[in-house]
């Protein structure tokens, strides 16, 4: 069936459905939304564009940065000095765990997990990042946060025993987090549970 919509229509559709949670009758609804309200239209154009402009992976942790080269303010805050690195998939977990309020340490994202069959190997991680920080800081402690996932698990087991002989703490949830659950849709409370009660991984 031939679309009655204007083909840069079409083209705006398709491209908000591949965003993430987006169908195509959400994408159609945002489409309707943006053109009766075209103040909305102009203000998330104008914001687009001051992201693409304006926001860097924090060269030491890979969180999101204002400028390039600059620290994030998590990195950038002196308060933070309790010596435990805590390494997530994405920026969003750094996110979910800074609302639990229960971590005031600094953290890693790795940017995924291992995952052959979607072709994410080890130098698609930041673990070279990794391996580089733990050498060059006295954190006392690794607590591995990437979600219950089995590749998130693979990942965990892989660079904890990369770390066999790092002399820190290696340590994991053991509770609060559902079997493949991602660490965004965990509410704060059981967060901030799991993270108080993280146990030593076992090889
Ligand atoms: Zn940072």
New binding site residues.
Partial sequence: MQSVLPPILNTLQHALEKLPGIGPRSALRIVQALLKRPEWLKEILKTLQEVELSIYP?P????W?EKPQA??T??ANPARDVPILCIVKDPVDVLAIEKSQAFQGH?HVLGGVLDPLAGVQEKDLRLRELWQRLRTRSYEEVLIALGTSPEAETTAYYIARQLADWPGKVTRFVSGIPVGSELEYIDPLTLSRSIRERQPISL
């Avoid at 030491?60 to 969180?63: I, S, W």
């Fill in positions: 924090c030491q942790c890979g969180f940065a620290l994030c998590i990195c953290y």
